[in-house]
């Protein structure tokens, strides 16, 4: 009886513990995001060259997915990303410096920086370009022109900021994604020869510069996927074809 009595014991304990495992790991709303002093201390744990000072904003991207902007130790403007996983807030990386980087939502992209006021920006131009093509495929030739847009952000008054791309960007974007879908190319002929998203930057007085303070330092991701973009090339005034 008493060997019964243990054998059911242990049983219901078993049960027990898999049942709380399974709780746990039911998928549930996030909760509130982290409070300044803990995002501070996760980012130590794991990457603590970042030192992080000042949290300067927690910007929701969507429900799940949040942007800290940061002021570290010996004032450099960097930035963390962090995603809701697992039922729990997780860094999903994070970077010494500011410079701007792409995610891409499920609705929309945006493009996320945190310029360090000593660089002197005054405003970020970004650009979708797409080179001229020529090619011939089964007799057929076939000329694409050359496409150039650009989107302005003022850097005035706030260093840090997230903004969507414009809708006609968006709308092309997604056009060219299925186009490419449907003739068969891959992510890198996709990236290497179809529209791509460049950026200059220029001081308050419109003369074209480089934020090299905002670019340097290392970064650090977990694991977590998260920024789509992570580097955008610099274009420069020569190699662009408009008047802007």
Known sequence: MAKKTKKIILLVAILLIIGVLSFTQIPKDPDLFLSDKQVIKRINSFFSEAQPKIIQDRIFLDDTHVFVPFI???DGYGMSFWIWKNNKWRAASVNEGGEPQVWNGEKK?????????????????FFLKKEREFMVADGVDTYQHRMEMM???SLQG??????EYPDHWQELLTQYVEIQAKDGQNEFLALEDGLQV???FYDA?????FPHTS???????T??????????????????????
């Open 223 to 244: 694991g977590n996927d998260f920024v789509d973009v992570p580097f955008l090339v610099q274009v420069h005034e020569n190699e662009l074809e408009g008047e802007y």
């Open 158 to 163: 706030k260093m840090y900021g997230v903004e």
């Open 205 to 209: 007085k419109g003369k074209e510069t």
């Open 109 to 125: 992209s945006k493009i996320i920086w945190n310029i360090n006021p000593k660089d002197d920006v005054g405003e970020i131009r």
């Open 215 to 221: 670019f340097t330092g290392n970064g650090y991701s």
């Open 198 to 200: 460049f950026t200059s």
């Open 151 to 153: 989107h302005r952000i």
């Open 72 to 74: 570290s130790e010996d």
